[in-house]
């Protein structure tokens, strides 16, 4: 069978157009929308990524400030810098990047950043909120899952929904935004036993436990949307997701490529997150305007 190949480059293209026209709007308002991302690393795939966002940035009209501290800064650094960011009238959003220096504690760092300018759902308080119902910013990664299936018309209520792995950042946001929309959630994670026996039942299935080749033909059946998250660097500096791409395709119904799938619109979404922010604030007397 063909295996439909879900890019995400052109939704990425509409979020990131819906992103410039809010800035476009705040700006007429005499708001500027900005973003700002904390590094602390010498990893150079992440400094990758963190230019491609600044890139996205400025197309979109969002400004993005990097505060890259080094890879020995301490939790304390980071710790001050946030709350100055968190107290900041002229920054709308902030992420912390990881990966962090050894021992600095990010669970710690992550509660520091202000629930309104929280645009990537890392403050635990988000989280909450979104268990509950109330408004917050999902993490980025877990709402492109979803922006995905819903720009492809996938349904997503009543049907069988597997969730591989259980992260904070991915596998638990997407299972409560996933409820939301009144689907059957299971979650996976490495003491489930055999994978195949929650995926092969699945009409969608979402791979985010950062394994290359975790996910191959024999797990899926010929019904299966498969969301591949992951993101992994070969040797040879080529990107890989957790889905064995060559045994997937011909077996399931529909997959998302890595790269260009879930990546790309996620980098979006950070940005209208930051537009969405700066409107928030502004309408909450929380901006000086003009």
């Not at 929280?118 to 917050?136: E, F, K, M, T, Y």
Request: proline share 5%; glycine share 10%; with cysteine.
């Amino acid at each position: 069978m063909n295996t439909a190949l879900l890019s995400g480059k052109s939704l990425a293209g509409l979020i990131k157009q819906r992103a410039q026209d809010e800035a476009r709007a705040l700006e007429n308002d005499g708001l500027h929308p900005t973003l700002a991302v904390v590094v602390a690393t010498d990893d150079e795939s992440t400094h990758w990524y963190v230019r491609s966002i600044e890139r996205a940035a400025e197309r979109a009209g969002v400004g993005c400030r990097i505060i890259d501290l080094g890879h020995d800064a301490t939790e304390q650094a980071l710790a001050s810098v946030l709350g100055d960011l968190s107290s900041e009238p002229s920054v709308n959003g902030i992420i912390l990047q990881t990966p962090l220096p050894r021992g600095v504690r990010i669970d710690e760092l992550v509660g520091m950043i202000a629930p309104e300018k929280d645009i990537d759902g890392a403050n635990p308080l988000s989280l909450g909120r979104l268990a509950v119902g109330q408004p917050a910013f999902a993490p980025a990664t877990a709402r492109a899952v979803v922006e995905i299936l819903d720009h492809y018309d996938i349904p997503v209520a009543g049907r069988n929904v597997v969730v591989v792995g259980r992260s904070a950042v991915v596998g638990k946001p997407l299972a409560l935004l996933l409820l939301e929309r009144d689907a059957a959630i299971t979650v996976c994670h490495s003491k489930s036993g055999p994978l195949e026996t929650y995926t092969r039942a699945a009409d969608i299935v979402v791979v985010a436990a950062g394994r290359t080749g975790l996910l191959t033909g024999g797990h899926v059946s010929a019904k299966a949307v498969v969301i591949d998250v992951g993101t992994n660097v070969l040797a040879d500096g080529s990107l890989v997701g957790d889905v064995d791409e060559t045994s997937v395709r011909g077996v399931a119904a529909a997959l998302t490529p890595v790269p260009g799938g879930v990546g790309s619109v996620t980098t979006a979404l950070l940005l209208l997150h930051t537009a969405e922010a700066a409107r928030a604030q502004s309408l909450a007397g929380r901006l000086p305007v003009g």
